[in-house]
């Protein structure tokens, strides 16, 4: 074995360097795996999104988890996004702007129903102009399908200032 000079200049036996460990990094949850909450001041997501997905979709939409999107510090100047879907974690977020007293519960829906349609109607790839069509015809045609489809687009319209500051 070989033989190093120690600090005091003599020769001590070389120990075996220890073996290193890998750091146990966790890993990160999926989306769906966090805690979400669903349950608002006036509404409750899990209550829609269970209703919605009997009358419009059988039943077939498994495994989705909905929630309140988080509240930011401002709110939003020229558009506002109502909600979003995330297909890889199967999470639907609904802006929490939308659980207040004046949102009426069929407009929510109609929300909700709109992120729920983007998990069934596929989407398209324009190559020219090389990006993603989520909205496609057969989308706006399926969304005039939910019952109060009109009532909530003109409310939507005459209520979206409410929204942007």
Do not use: C
């Not at 070989?2 to 003599?10: D, E, L, N, R």
């Not at 999470?91 to 949102?103: E, G, K, M, Y």
């Not at 596929?122 to 989520?134: G, S």
Request: charged share 35%.
């Amino acid at each position: 074995m070989p033989h190093k000079k120690g600090p005091t200049g003599a020769k001590s036996r070389a120990t075996k360097k220890p073996i290193k460990r890998l750091a146990v990094r966790p890993t990160l949850p999926m989306q769906r795996e966090l805690p979400f909450s669903h349950v608002g001041k006036f509404f409750d997501l899990k209550e829609s999104f269970h209703k919605l997905n009997a009358k419009y979709f059988g039943n077939a939409l498994r495994g989705y988890t909905i929630t309140w999107g988080r509240k930011r510090k401002e709110r939003p100047r020229e558009y506002f996004i109502f909600g979003s879907i995330q297909e890889e974690d199967k999470i639907i977020r609904i802006h929490p702007l939308l659980d207040a007293r004046f949102v009426p519960k069929w407009f929510l829906e109609y929300v909700i129903y709109h992120e729920m349609l983007h998990s069934v109607v596929p989407e398209k790839y324009d190559r020219k102009r090389r990006r993603r069509i989520v909205h496609t015809e057969e989308f706006f045609e399926r969304e005039k399908d939910f019952h109060w489809y009109a009532r909530a687009r003109k409310w939507e319209t005459k209520n979206l200032a409410r929204f942007l500051q």
